[in-house]
């Protein structure tokens, strides 16, 4: 086995070690969609050039939009979204340390598709 192969397999498992011990806060409906905002802040701040054109750069944008005032309808606190910001901060870091931007940015994607309330 090559020594890149035994470092990637070496960085997965251990990414996947970090991420179970990672604390998850209690996932009311106002702090799943206060989560869900700030993956889509997280996307829109760091993932941009991985969305694809001006007009999914526009679609994320609206879709950020209309989960903010879903969230602030449901009755997210500040606290919530501080909550979420910090939480989805540390999973992104860890996801880009361990396997680059664009990995990280992936897999922020999928979670933004698989978890979008349209």
């Known amino acids: 086995m090559a020594n890149n192969q035994i470092s ?5 498992t251990a990414f ?11 996932m ?6 206060a989560q869900q905002v ?3 802040e997280k996307i829109q701040n760091r993932c941009s050039a991985f ?12 879709s950020l939009n209309t989960e903010r005032e879903r969230a602030t309808k449901l009755g997210s606190t500040q606290n919530d ?11 992104f870091s860890l996801m880009e ?19 979008s309330k349209s």
Do not use: H, W
């Open 8 to 12: 990637v397999m070496f960085a997965t």
């Open 16 to 26: 996947f070690a970090l991420t179970a011990c990672a604390e998850q806060p209690t």
């Open 28 to 33: 009311t409906p106002q702090y799943q969609s």
């Open 38 to 40: 700030a993956v889509l």
């Open 51 to 62: 969305i694809g054109g001006f007009g999914d750069a526009r679609e994320l944008r609206e």
């Open 81 to 91: 979204f501080q909550q979420a910001k910090a939480f989805v901060e540390n999973r």
């Open 97 to 115: 340390a361990f396997s680059g931007v664009q990995d990280a940015c992936g897999q922020f994607i999928g979670i933004a598709v698989r978890d």
